[in-house]
């Protein structure tokens, strides 16, 4: 099992959601001598999202590189596949949750991730979603960030704050490391 650590692939596949999809995709991991060392899936409308980051030694890793896309096409799926290596964490000097939600209105994602970036936050996980509540489409997000041992982190509290008073937001920015 070694060997699984000297490669790294990761492999994202959109398709219509239906039963199987994730078995069949998993199977050929397994069949190629691959595995699978994070992964998320999504289904966003009718389409089914699925990102894998696989390992394995440069035979597994050659072989489900030309196995996958005939899968894909039997699947009916569009895939996408990118060698990486394995990820260096940098340090930080905490990590937190940040969850809002209130009337959906355009660009708030992008004001949010705007000024983590201002900030030189790191997003490592994002969710966001609508949904209607009594007519309207509401709109509520999770982030979990990173933040750098330079951050000013009572500055950026404070313009978060305003930017979910001005959007009408409810928020909670919760410490989880």
Not at 88 to 103: F, K, L, N, R
């Amino acid at each position: 099992m070694s060997g699984f650590s000297n490669q790294q692939l990761v492999v994202t596949a959109i398709g219509e959601d239906r039963p199987g999809i994730v078995g069949a995709l998993t199977q050929l991991v397994s069949d190629c001598n691959c595995n699978i060392i994070d992964s998320r899936i999504a289904i966003l409308g009718n389409e089914f999202s699925f990102i894998m980051l696989l390992a394995g030694d440069m035979s597994a890793i050659s072989r489900i590189e030309h196995t996958l896309p005939t899968k894909s096409v039997e699947l009916g799926l569009l895939t996408m596949m990118k060698r990486t290596s394995s990820h260096q964490s940098s340090e930080y000097s905490a990590g937190y949750t940040i969850e809002y939600s209130g009337v959906d209105a355009p660009g708030t994602l992008s004001r949010v991730t705007k000024l983590l970036a201002q900030y030189h936050l790191s997003i490592s996980s994002l969710k966001s979603d609508t949904f209607d509540c009594e007519g309207a489409l509401h709109m509520r997000s999770e982030l979990e960030i990173n933040l750098p041992f330079d951050v000013e982190f009572d500055e950026f509290k404070l313009k978060f704050e305003n930017l979910c008073n001005e959007f009408q937001l409810e928020h909670i920015l919760r410490r989880i490391r």
